[in-house]
């Protein structure tokens, strides 16, 4: 099935009791039993609910997976994955990754004995050179947020089964419209659903998808005993936005391509981050593993002062300033001081994360507009 039937059909069936084309908010806590232990397969709302379950099965076919999970958060799913490991295990994960997935990693679970070690993922020699026995995931976010590096899934994939760890891709920034891990050789995909999949800026949410069904077992009993489940209204928003991801993400994709060579043409500007430019370091590898580059990118400008940057930062009137991406609204956002405020100055700037970072989601909304606004503001 082509992606866009596939977007708008993924996971609703009419519902069987009214034949009601979208899938109902079922706002129940529990629900009846004929006798203890006979049900129809429901028995309480942090288990299952045929919302959610509506949901999941989008999440499994637009990811190309077999089993979906929603959770109440993109770090509630990435914790759940954490959650699969032992006192002792070792995570190899991305040095250019979100600002929480981080934070969840150091402030959480390093006190819970498992450790993490962060490579520069880009170069795939460099998990190759320390995986080890120890190494039960491997994590990696591409392209990254906020500096669009990319990670070559498929040669990471081949390192992990020869290591025997798990695969883990963070796929929130390209959305699945773009890249699909789990047929490049990933084990787990998981998204921020709050970004491109609601689409909206009107929910959190969070998912797994993975084709292992003892895997699945495993994160699901993580899921209903930790608890991070998503409301039914919110899974009914995500249902709703999945329809329009093919529609969205073109969009996103051609204002992305006409705002980055806008930027690089612009006198004030230094250097623009977006893995769509043929001299960007990830092209060939972007090219391959995705079916375009977005609406994400990010710049620094010539005056390179943080006070230069908080000028533009404050200056524009279509672009909202905001942390969050990938809804139909264009955000500006300041990765140093906004997302990516809970990395260690001096770790951030190591990684290439400057002061003057300035980050834009570009939206769904008119390109002239978007353009006109972002010229005005860096004057
Ligand atoms: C937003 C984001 C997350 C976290 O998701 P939440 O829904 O905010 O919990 C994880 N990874 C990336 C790349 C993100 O942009």
């Known amino acids: 099935m082509k992606l866009a039937t596939k977007y708008i059909h993924a996971g609703t069936e ?68 954490i959650k699969l490991l032992e006192p002792g295990d070792e995570v190899i994960a991305a040095n250019d990754m979100y600002g929480g997935t981080y934070r969840l990693f150091t402030k959480i679970f390093e006190k819970f004995g498992i450790s993490f070690r962060y490579v520069d993922t ?27 590096n990319i990670t070559d899934i498929k040669a990471v994939a ?10 883990c891709v963070d796929n929130t920034f390209a959305s699945p419209y773009l ?22 800026s009107d929910v959190i949410q969070g998912c797994l998808v993975m084709n292992d069904a003892t895997l699945r077992e495993k994160l699901y009993f993580i899921q209903k005993s930790c608890g991070a489940v998503p409301g039914p209204m919110d899974c009914f928003l995500v249902l709703r936005g999945i329809k329009t991801l093919h529609i969205r993400m073109q969009r996103h994709c051609e204002n ?5 060579n806008f930027l690089r043409n612009h006198p004030k500007v230094e250097k623009v981050y977006w893995c769509g430019f043929t001299d ?37 009137h279509v672009f909202a300033l905001a942390e969050s991406l990938g809804g139909v609204e264009s955000l500006i956002n300041h990765p140093a001081s906004m997302t990516h405020a809970s990395i260690p100055r001096e770790e951030r700037i190591k990684n290439g994360l400057s002061d003057s970072l300035i980050r834009l ?17 860096i004057g």
Do not use: C
């Open 14 to 81: 009419p519902d069987p009791s009214t034949g009601a084309i979208m899938t109902p908010i079922y706002q129940t806590s529990t629900y009846v039993q004929e006798a203890p232990g006979v049900n129809k397969g429901y028995e309480y709302a942090r288990s299952q609910n045929p919302t959610r379950k509506a949901l999941e099965e989008a999440y499994a076919q637009i990811e190309n997976g077999k089993f979906g999970l929603a959770f109440s958060s993109g770090v509630a799913a990435t914790d759940a994955v």
């Open 280 to 316: 960007h370091p990830g092209y060939a590898v972007a090219s391959q593993q995705m079916r375009g580059f977005g609406g994400m990118m990010s710049f620094t400008l010539k005056d390179d002062s943080v006070e230069n940057a908080r000028r533009v930062l404050s200056s524009t």
């Open 158 to 167: 081949a390192i992990t089964k020869q290591a025997g760890a798990l695969l």
């Open 361 to 377: 989601s570009v939206g769904i909304e008119d390109i002239d507009d978007l353009i006109a606004d972002i010229n005005a503001a």
């Open 179 to 200: 890249q699909n891990p789990l047929d490049l050789g990933a084990d787990i995909v998981m998204h921020s659903a709050t970004k491109y999949l609601g689409g909206h």
């Open 122 to 148: 880009t170069n795939t020699d460099n998990i190759a050179t320390v995986i080890s026995a120890k190494t039960k995931l491997v994590w990696i976010e591409t392209p990254t947020n906020p500096l669009m």
């Open 256 to 260: 992305g391509e006409k705002m980055a």
